[in-house]
């Protein structure tokens, strides 16, 4: 008995649940801030103010988490107390927590309407003035969200020509933005114009006037865009509206220097739809093969499983260039690798057809190269029993392309096509028969190794 | 210009002597034969805002209307003697005899006032280095004239006869003095006259005032009183907001200006804390040279057997469990008069944590019926849920596993809202303390702010879910017969856990053990390190609910419990005849 204490000594559990929350900044551990706050302030203890600020925060985080807009206002009602925080640290980085999350709370509380919003988002740009062209321009994007538009370009109006002393200098890229988003609206109002005026005729008397009206627009526009999609970032919407008012007036050269930019440009990040743009530019200026070839190598790098990579497919096919052939027949291969593009009856069809014209033409080592990555888990993936019988079931043409793929890469013997083989189809009987001809000439499988 | 009212000024004029006062039209005395105007001005003040007219009596003369942006020339001690006030008032709300304020705490602020050398002495603190008036010792009497009530009070409390000055020895006087001139100079950084210099000052031996030495302070008279308020209760009132002490300073008249220093002074952003209360309260006791204090008896709500069957009652513990506390704090001799009764005067001062201590004692109790070790409580639990299905006409056993699946749920569902009303908790005065008159305007903004911020979010909250503030009670669980949910033991018998053995009745567990191996050999204060993941379940879970009934930590509580142990295992031997129950306590 003598260390019977000792026995007491229970399993270590845990059974505090932890209400860590998941912010936008990513993980978040409760229990290191906890330690990490103790350490600064050297293992003094922590004001109550500032312990119960900080539950109220976790509170109301939690609240909105869960969609319990009710609970996180109660919640927000005593945590907006941190503005009067007498840490100045926490006092400074308050307003823009307590934005975040009211406007978040204002925006699906079910007692909140567009008025609240307004007047939450207008005291929350005076609290503290750092954040008011934050807060402008995601009101703006609240009151576009609730098709305000009018409202929405007055509010980045007013954004644009605020002044506040030194901060007017370091405003950075947010009046980029705020004007780009103004000049998107403008986009928005001369896109409509447009389409009235392709809807009148060119005698009309109104003619005149409302085509004098889209030029003006565009002109405003251009302005706005263009400052901000020459800082680094990804611009979509901009770019791609800018592009279609420049190419509207005929400034090609411009659209094309705007989305060679856009696309080539080191320092902006990696984005496959520049090189979309690109491409789909080029593709209306009718430019060379070879310019558009290029164009999508970049994008088959970036996203190998796009759709455009069929297109890319055809491109390569009709270039005189061997590699291209080559490269052709990668790029099917890749395509299909996506779970997503199992069903594209098109892929299967150039691959059927292209595997084919490979295989004549003697290049049997292309399709091994291709193939030899692939052999592990194609079978299973593609060309599986059960594959086969809901291929067939949903889309019977689908099911014969395939059919004669696995033919060729896995021999006759392939369950796939057997089974394919096997189903009595009076319309595709005579396309069958081709294909098991085309099949024993052509398989890369000695019909021996078969299985 | 009313003579008339000036008639009760008597002090002599500075300038040629004379007694002869009128008023000016600010309320200040002027002298009418040679028309020197003084620094004094007639009492203003509105009785309702400071309802104690004998501390009252203390600001006489101090009042001035410098403008209206300024007010008040005030010290830092009255802000202090204004919150005693606030709180003394509120411990009457609650149902404390009125004795307790007028009579007691008021004693003791004069004597602390005159022990600090604040007031009611020869050389106050404040005019140290500065010039001493004319006519000091008339002054003085005649101020002591004035205000018979003050220290000839008839239920003054026999302390101050028995204190080492004699009344004749003590003077008061006008209490602090101070020259025009550094006003204007120290107005810049607080309100209060001498606010900068309170913050500054660091006096040996001097216990100075803080916001929760207030507390101290309304504890010592509770205690002295023997009123039935515990010190956690107390605190616990204070959190509930039913004692002013987070921004009691916006409750100041309104021309009691606060800005600067006083922020720091009187801004309090912590709720007070269990162990620093229950330090300054010995500290202020001793620093007030204190007689002993009147005897906690049987018959008083602190001593531990009345205490132990108020806890019991309120974890919803058997009845019967009260009889094994008496007879622990019978063996351990903590019941004694000598033990309980808080002596200042005492070579080693301390008083006992009665509710601490009330609560170890059952935790000690528990240990000794159901050992808690994870095992032996859940092995008498089945037999008393056997015995309870066969016999359900009698009274049932004690079942520890049901009670604590009732306990566990009450626990958790109390301390969840527990935190979620200290969540939502709202700090900030109506009143925003700022540090310069600079400030003044960012600090009134942002108010406004933040009250408009409210008032807008205030309309997206159920009006339902916030409702008034509960009212005080001492007790925070509540275990009725009638309520079939939550199952009340107190009726319950311990019979399962007990056997006979002769006349008396012998625990069925016959196994112990401590809380504490060893206790520390140094001098410092505490007794053990509680390392939560060495103890048992059922004993974490335990003072878990005790601490929190209390607000005070976990290791405390321990701490307590292994105290109650030591004395109780080292009497072992002395009184094995008397104790039946075998202990059997393993030591190294």
């Known amino acids: 008995m003598s260390d019977f204490s000792e026995e007491l000594k229970g399993p270590v559990t845990d059974d505090e649940v932890e209400t860590s929350v998941l912010t936008g900044a990513g993980m978040h551990f409760p229990w290191l801030q906890t330690y990490v706050e103790t350490v600064a302030i050297g293992g003094k203890r922590k004001k109550d103010f500032a312990q119960t600020t900080s539950a109220c925060l976790s509170f109301v985080q939690e609240a909105l988490l869960k969609h319990q807009w009710q609970q996180a206002a109660e919640y927000m009602y005593s945590y907006f107390q941190t503005l009067e925080d007498s840490d100045s640290y926490k006092r400074q980085a308050a307003p823009e927590i307590i934005w975040k999350l009211g406007s978040e709370i204002l925006f699906y509380h079910p007692k909140s309407n567009v008025e609240t919003f307004n007047t939450f988002a207008d005291r929350m740009k005076n609290v503290g003035v750092m954040n008011y062209l934050k807060i402008s321009l995601q009101h703006a994007l609240y009151l576009l969200h609730h098709g305000m538009l009018k409202d929405a370009k007055r509010n980045l109006s007013e954004a644009e020509t605020w002044r506040h002393g030194e901060n007017t200098s370091s405003r950075g890229i947010l009046i980029n933005l705020i004007q780009a988003y103004k000049g998107l609206l403008q986009y928005y109002t001369w896109s409509k114009k447009k389409m009235e005026l392709s809807k009148l005729d060119k005698d009309d008397y109104a003619y005149n006037a409302v085509a004098q009206d889209v030029f003006n627009h565009s002109w405003k526009t251009s302005a706005n865009i263009s400052a901000l999609i020459k800082i680094p970032g990804v611009w979509d919407p901009f770019v791609k509206s800018y592009v279609e008012m420049l190419e509207f007036y005929g400034d090609r050269d411009g659209a094309q220097e705007v989305l060679t930019n856009y696309a080539y440009d080191e320092k902006f990040p990696s984005n496959p739809n520049a090189h979309i743009y690109l491409y789909n530019f080029l593709k209306r200026q009718k430019a060379p093969r070879s310019k558009m070839i290029s164009v999508l190598k970049i994008l088959y790098q970036i996203v190998p499983s796009h759709k455009l990579m069929l297109e890319f497919h055809t491109l390569l096919r009709k270039s005189e260039k061997e590699e291209h052939h080559k490269l052709g027949l990668e790029v099917l291969f890749g395509v299909l690798d996506f779970a997503g593009c199992t069903k594209n009856i098109t892929a299967w069809k150039y691959l059927a057809k292209y595997l084919k014209k490979t295989l004549m033409g003697n290049h049997l080592a292309w399709v091994q190269d291709e193939w030899n990555s692939r052999k592990n888990w194609w079978p299973n993936f593609h060309f599986s029993y059960f594959w086969a019988k809901s291929d067939w079931k949903e889309d019977t043409a689908l099911a014969c392309e395939k059919a004669f793929v696995a033919g060729l890469l896995l021999g006759k013997g392939c369950r796939y096509f057997r089974y394919i083989l096997k189903q009595d189809h009076q319309i595709l009987g005579k396309k069958i028969k081709r294909m098991k001809r085309s099949v024993k000439k052509y398989s890369i499988v000695n019909p021996r190794f078969s299985y | ?588």
């Open chain 2, 1 to 588: 210009m009313d003579l008339e009212e000036a008639e009760e000024f008597k002090e002599r004029c500075s300038q040629c002597a004379a007694v002869s006062w009128g008023l000016t039209d600010e309320g200040k005395y002027y002298c009418t034969s040679c028309h020197n105007v003084t620094e004094r001005s007639q009492e203003v003040i509105n009785t309702d805002l400071i309802p104690n007219t004998q501390i009252k009596a203390l600001n006489r003369g101090l009042k001035k209307k410098n403008n209206s942006e300024k007010g008040w020339d005030w010290y830092v001690c009255e802000g202090f003697q204004n919150i005693l006030c606030q709180q003394a008032e509120a411990l009457k709300n609650l149902g404390i005899g009125p004795e307790l304020k007028n009579d007691v705490l008021h004693n003791f602020w004069k004597r602390y006032l005159q022990k600090s050398k604040q007031a009611y002495c020869k050389n106050p603190v404040y005019t140290t280095g500065r010039k001493p008036t004319v006519l000091e010792d008339n002054l003085s009497h005649s101020d002591w004239a004035s205000e018979p009530e003050l220290l000839s009070d008839v239920s003054c409390p026999p302390f101050l006869e028995s204190g080492a000055e004699s009344q004749s020895d003590i003077h008061t006087r006008k209490p602090f003095p101070i020259s025009k001139a550094s006003q204007s100079e120290t107005s810049v950084c607080s309100g209060s006259l001498d606010g900068v210099e309170y913050s500054q000052r660091k006096e040996k031996g001097i216990v100075k005032m803080t916001v929760p030495q207030t507390l101290a302070f309304c504890y010592l008279s509770l205690l002295w009183q023997r009123e039935a308020i515990t010190l956690s209760d107390l605190l616990r009132f204070v959190e509930e907001d039913h004692i002013p002490y987070i921004n009691a300073f916006q409750h100041f008249p309104e021309q009691m200006k606060l800005y600067g220093r006083d922020r720091g002074i009187f801004g309090i952003e912590s709720w007070p804390d269990y162990e620093d209360i229950y330090k300054k309260t010995i500290e202020v006791g001793t620093f007030l040279d204190l007689p002993r204090f009147p005897d906690i008896t049987e018959d008083c709500y602190l001593h531990p057997n009345i205490l132990c069957m108020k806890y019991l009652m309120e974890v919803n513990l058997p009845d019967e469990m009260h009889n094994l506390t008496c007879h622990v704090v019978k063996m351990t001799g903590m019941g004694e008069v000598d033990f309980l009764t808080f002596d200042p005067i005492a070579k080693m001062a301390k008083t006992v944590k009665y509710d601490v201590q009330a609560v170890a004692i059952i935790v000690v109790v528990l240990k000794l019926l159901f050992l808690l070790d994870d095992n032996l409580e859940w092995s008498l639990s089945n037999l008393a849920e056997k015995h309870n299905e066969k016999n359900k006409k009698d009274k049932p056993w004690f079942d520890f596993r049901k009670w604590y699946q009732i306990m566990k749920k009450a626990f958790d569902e109390k301390k969840q809202k527990w935190e979620e009303a200290r969540a939502k908790y709202l700090w900030k005065s109506e009143k925003p303390l700022y540090y310069s008159f600079v400030d003044k305007p960012v600090a009134y903004k942002k108010r406004e702010m933040v009250v408009n911020l409210q008032k807008q979010f205030s309309t997206l909250v159920d009006s339902t879910a916030t409702a008034g503030k509960k009212s005080p009670s001492s007790f925070q669980f509540n275990w009725t017969e009638e309520d079939t949910d939550r199952t009340c033991f107190h009726g319950h018998s311990l019979q399962g856990v007990l056997k006979e053995k002769g006349q008396s009745l012998l625990t069925k567990n016959s196994l112990y053990w401590l809380s504490t191996q060893k206790f520390c050999r140094c001098y410092c204060t505490h007794v053990t390190t509680y390392e939560e993941s060495n103890y048992s379940l059922s004993y974490q879970f335990i003072l878990n609910l005790f601490s929190f009934l209390l607000r005070i930590k976990t290791s405390l509580l321990h701490e307590e419990v292994s105290l109650v142990e030591k004395k109780l295992f080292e009497k072992k031997y002395s009184v094995t005849k008397k104790k039946s129950r075998s202990k059997k306590a393993r030591r190294h």
